[in-house]
Nanobody
Framework: QVQLVESGGGLVQAGGSLRLSCVGS????????VGWFRQAPGKEREFVAALYWSVGYTYYSDSVKGRFTISRDIGKNTVDLRMTSLKSEDTAIYYC???????????????????WGQGTQVTVSS
């Protein structure tokens, strides 16, 4: 079974940058596609970014495209989310997720993933 642990959250000023990291463990994790989601208070969990590892595709929500970058380091079993030009509306709990093969094709939906971490809080002050 795959286990996911997020880290790197914290308090940052608007316009600042932050890097989140997700460490994955378990058989076959290096072959899984991965994604990041976030959930703000009183709102539904929403898609942020995804990486289709087998074909090297990346996907981003319109709200973060151009500001956030998803990547992975196979040697370290990590998936990073680099965030820049942060805004107050980016405040949320951020979750990483993994999708074992075969791909569902639902990279931007929560039900498109098989495993989830517990989340890390990101707070952007104005």
């Amino acid at each position: 079974q795959v286990q996911l642990v997020e880290s790197g959250g914290g308090l940052v000023q608007a316009g600042g940058s932050l890097r989140l990291s997700c460490v994955g463990s378990g058989r076959g994790f290096s072959t899984y596609s991965v994604g990041w989601f976030r959930q703000a208070p009183g709102k539904e969990r929403e898609f942020v970014a995804a990486l289709y590892w087998s074909v090297g595709y990346t996907y981003y929500s319109d709200s973060v495209k151009g500001r956030f970058t998803i990547s992975r380091d196979i040697g370290k079993n990590t998936v990073d989310l680099r965030m820049t030009s942060l805004k107050s509306e980016d405040t949320a709990i951020y979750y990483c997720a993994a999708d074992r093969p075969p791909l569902t094709g639902r990279f931007n939906y929560t039900n498109g993933y098989d495993y989830w971490g517990q989340g890390t809080q990101v707070t952007v002050s104005s």
